[in-house]
């Protein structure tokens, strides 16, 4: 009955970590049970089955760690779902992304805010900032519910200003991680992004 369950498997995610946050408790957060479900916890999701790509899986993973949490969530029905589909290649996406980062050094925080297209989840740490960029118009929902395939996002402007001072940007890259690509960009307080679908990362230095 709770209308978060109902949300897109990244906003869940998040939320989850984000509540206990909130308590302000300077210990570790972890997301250690998630996946989907049909109602009453009967069973594993229907839509298991038509997510192929690993979408959910996916959300699963980077969500709570770009939202504070002290690693990538942790998903149910290994055998019905990750194993059935082959998704094993997400984990290394997410190890690709955040590889030689030194979470507890960088003493990251978390912040938060969507553009038209996007929701963008950023840590900011004392050297390194990172970006996850989810497109608001791709969900579970839409893509194995009402079989609507994911759009390409073209170019999209993503501004900084309010969470990197101006000239603090040494370097960044975009991680691709549907495509396994990394792509270095202008590094200004104002970063075009390439063209990607579903979601992309930002790593950069920071001056």
Same mark, same amino acid.
């Given at each position: 009955?709770?209308?978060?369950?109902?949300?897109?498997?990244?906003?869940?995610?998040?939320?989850?970590?984000?509540?206990?946050?909130?308590?302000?408790?300077?210990?570790?957060?972890?997301?250690?049970?998630?996946?989907?479900?049909?109602?009453?916890?009967?069973?594993?999701?229907?839509?298991?089955?038509? !997510?192929? /790509?690993?979408?959910?899986? #996916?959300? $699963?993973?980077?969500?709570?760690?770009?939202?504070?949490?002290? *690693?990538?969530?942790?998903?149910?029905?290994?055998?019905?779902?990750?194993?059935?589909?082959?998704?094993?290649?997400?984990?290394?996406?997410?190890?690709?992304?955040?590889?030689?980062?030194?979470?507890?050094?960088?003493?990251?925080?978390?912040?938060?805010?969507?553009?038209?297209?996007?929701?963008?989840?950023?840590?900011?740490?004392?050297?390194?900032?990172?970006?996850?960029?989810?497109?608001?118009?791709?969900?579970?929902?839409?893509?194995?519910?009402? !079989?609507? /395939?994911?759009?390409?996002? #073209?170019? $999209?402007?993503?501004?900084?200003?309010?969470?990197?001072?101006? *000239?603090?940007?040494?370097?960044?890259?975009?991680?691709?991680?549907?495509?396994?690509?990394?792509?270095?960009?202008?590094?200004?307080?104002?970063?075009?992004?390439?063209?990607?679908?579903?979601?992309?990362?930002?790593?950069?230095?920071?001056?």
């Amino acid at each position: 009955p709770m209308e978060i369950c109902h949300e897109p498997m990244d906003v869940i995610c998040s939320d989850a970590g984000m509540e206990l946050l909130a308590y302000g408790i300077r210990k570790p957060v972890i997301l250690a049970e998630t996946g989907a479900v049909e109602p009453r916890h009967s069973g594993p999701s229907q839509y298991y089955a038509k !997510d192929t /790509a690993g979408i959910i899986l #996916h959300d $699963a993973l980077f969500a709570p760690f770009f939202s504070g949490a002290a *690693g990538a969530g942790m998903i149910w029905h290994w055998d019905q779902y990750v194993a059935k589909n082959n998704l094993w290649h997400h984990f290394n996406r997410f190890a690709q992304a955040v590889k030689g980062l030194n979470p507890v050094k960088e003493q990251f925080k978390p912040f938060y805010f969507e553009t038209n297209a996007l929701r963008v989840y950023g840590l900011r740490g004392k050297q390194t900032f990172l970006l996850w960029c989810r497109d608001k118009e791709n969900s579970w929902q839409t893509e194995l519910r009402d !079989d609507i /395939a994911p759009r390409t996002i #073209h170019r $999209a402007a993503l501004p900084l200003s309010p969470y990197l001072k101006p *000239g603090e940007i040494a370097a960044v890259q975009s991680f691709d991680p549907w495509r396994n690509e990394w792509q270095q960009l202008d590094s200004s307080d104002n970063i075009t992004l390439p063209d990607f679908q579903r979601s992309v990362v930002l790593r950069g230095k920071i001056r």
